[in-house]
């Protein structure tokens, strides 16, 4: 990633500083520390100390505490969404929904953090019956946080408000794109809670490689497929287990009875919100050929009224991190050369910071629009003869994280045939906004669950208690065992499980 300027002297007087500038204006919009391999081990130090306190609270004790930090942002989301507009260049009206989103996330994982998690008492087994089994699910301590700027809210919140519901501290080091917000939030924390269980760190990638080697008990990484490798190979050397929120590919799926409609508008929406930078963005498109010149006719009608621009009431930001423009043109430019087409936007659609809505037509399956990640407001549209075709192509990428059916009659056993972490019908990246549904990727766009049940369990391990409650039938698990019980436990387990096959028994 490139970094923007360091502020301070190069000699080693402290503290090294960066800035991070507006998209729009190219105005600074903070200056912050770039804090270095020692800082982020006291970081994480301090944590630690932390996590006691906090792993100590009940449930309880701590979704109140957590209450109050989702009632001191909420208040203040105004102040908030002006910072995401400022450091990341997006409308004032998806910074507020996207903080809406990310603060319902805190909401349920604070709220059923007990109910997932706290001790139970689970069945224990007829070999078993003299035992009581009891199982729960303990926070690990402290976990480490890395956050991109696409999101640089609802994205950290969902690792961040699952792994404080689950009774860890948190370090979290946000994109060097969106330092003010990560500090913002942690600033709220502490004003709400008084203690600074959830803290950050700033800098460029050397510091999130340096919270990888602090020794934080689990690190939830969020960014690129290219980086979560490394962050990986880096969390390897201390067998620091990962959870990797990577890049994706997505595709809608349109069949014949489809509501073009509202495919049109939703694959728009979903392609070019956010100008395109949303790792579970529509970037491909397969229309069954019976509804294909319909549906392109509708969706094409729809993004030529869209404009990428600097003004007050526009739709499409800039593109906030510039290295990405060269991406989004190399992807455009590679399709055009191979035989696609641009029906909206093309060739010169790529700014200096904006990029105009562009769909791509008769784009071959191997060009770089169809197999990488573009991270801008493009998508391809493909004519498909069947479903089976369509679920083909979409299953073909080694991105795997969500995508999308519009059909009617055979939407779920479509939805089902669809190698990925999630699936929205007759919508868009629904999924994402329903906290209790899991959310992750399979192949290259990683592994790990943040959202649900899943995610809160995602940043515990698993306490299992055996307890006799009195002496066993048949002893089993001693020496002094007899050939006896060896013989009583051959006719049990004939009983319980040998039932089923036609085989002699031997
Ligand atoms: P990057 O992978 O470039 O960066 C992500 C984070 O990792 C940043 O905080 C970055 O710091 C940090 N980082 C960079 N190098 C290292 C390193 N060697 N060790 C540890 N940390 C490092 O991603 P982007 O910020 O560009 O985000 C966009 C990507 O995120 C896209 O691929 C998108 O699909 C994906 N994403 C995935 C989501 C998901 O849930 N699956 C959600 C949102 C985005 P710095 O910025 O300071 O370099």
Redesign the pocket.
């Known amino acids: 990633?490139t970094t923007t300027a360091v502020t301070a002297t190069e000699a080693s007087s402290p503290p090294v500083t960066f800035e991070s500038l507006s998209p729009i204006s190219g105005d600074v919009v903070g200056t912050h520390p770039v804090h270095t391999a020692d800082d982020v081990a006291s970081a994480v130090e301090r944590a630690r100390v932390e996590a006691e306190w906090w792993g100590a609270l009940t449930f309880d004790e701590r979704a109140k505490h957590l209450r109050t930090w989702k009632a001191v942002m909420t208040r203040r989301i105004n102040q908030l969404a002006e910072l995401m507009h400022a450091e990341t260049g997006k409308p004032r009206g998806d910074a507020l929904l996207e903080i809406a989103l990310g603060i319902d996330h805190l909401a349920w994982a604070s709220g059923n953090a007990g109910k997932h998690l706290k001790r139970r008492r689970v069945a224990s087994g007829l070999l078993m019956a003299n035992q009581a089994a009891h199982l729960e699910y303990r926070p690990l301590g402290v976990v480490g946080v890395?956050?991109?700027?696409?999101?640089p809210v609802f994205?950290p919140l969902g690792s961040i408000s699952y792994a404080l519901a689950a009774g860890n501290a948190v370090v979290f080091?946000?994109?060097?794109?969106t330092p003010g917000v990560g500090e913002w939030m942690a600033r709220m924390f502490l004003e709400a809670v008084g203690r600074p269980v959830l803290s950050v760190v700033t800098?460029?990638?050397e510091t999130?490689?340096a919270l990888?080697r602090a020794g934080v008990d689990k690190l939830a990484?969020?960014?690129?497929?290219a980086?979560g490798k490394?962050?990986m190979a880096?969390c390897a050397e201390s067998l620091t287990p990962v959870v990797i929120?990577?890049?994706?590919k997505d595709a809608v799926i349109i069949d014949d009875d489809a509501d073009l409609a509202a495919a049109a508008d939703a694959t728009l929406w979903g392609a070019c919100a956010n100008a395109g930078q949303t790792?579970a963005g529509v970037e491909r498109v397969y229309v069954h050929e019976r509804v294909y010149d319909d549906f392109l006719a509708q969706l094409t009608a729809k993004a030529r009224d869209l404009r990428a621009e600097d003004s007050e009431d526009t739709k499409i930001g800039p593109i906030t991190?510039p290295a990405q423009l060269d991406v989004i043109r190399t992807h455009i430019d590679d399709a055009l050369a191979r035989g696609g087409r641009a029906v909206v936007g093309g060739a010169d659609a790529v700014g200096e910071r904006y990029v105009q809505p562009t769909v791509l037509v008769d784009v071959p399956e191997d060009s770089l629009a169809v197999t990488e990640?573009t991270?801008g407001p493009t998508v391809t549209v493909t004519k498909v003869a069947s479903m089976a075709e369509a679920i083909e192509r979409t299953n073909a990428s080694r991105y795997a994280?969500g995508s999308t059916v519009f059909a009617k009659k055979n939407a779920q056993e479509i939805a089902a045939q669809l190698r990925c972490g999630m699936t929205a019908i007759n919508g868009v990246i629904t999924f994402a906004a329903i906290p209790s549904l899991p959310?992750g990727?399979v192949g290259e766009?990683?592994f790990g669950r943040i959202h649900g049940a899943d995610g809160l369990r995602e940043f515990t391990y698993a306490k299992a208690t055996a307890r006799q409650r009195f002496k066993p039938m048949m002893a089993l698990t001693t020496f002094d065992r007899t050939e006896k019980a060896d013989q009583q436990l051959v006719k049990i387990m004939s009983l319980l499980h040998g039932r089923g096959s036609t085989l002699p028994k031997r």
């Open positions: 990633m890395i956050g991109p700027w696409n999101y994205t080091k946000p994109s060097e794109y800098g460029y990638g999130g490689a990888c990484f969020t960014g690129s497929t980086t490394r962050v880096a929120e990577a890049g994706g790792c991190m990640e991270f994280l959310f990727g766009s990683g």
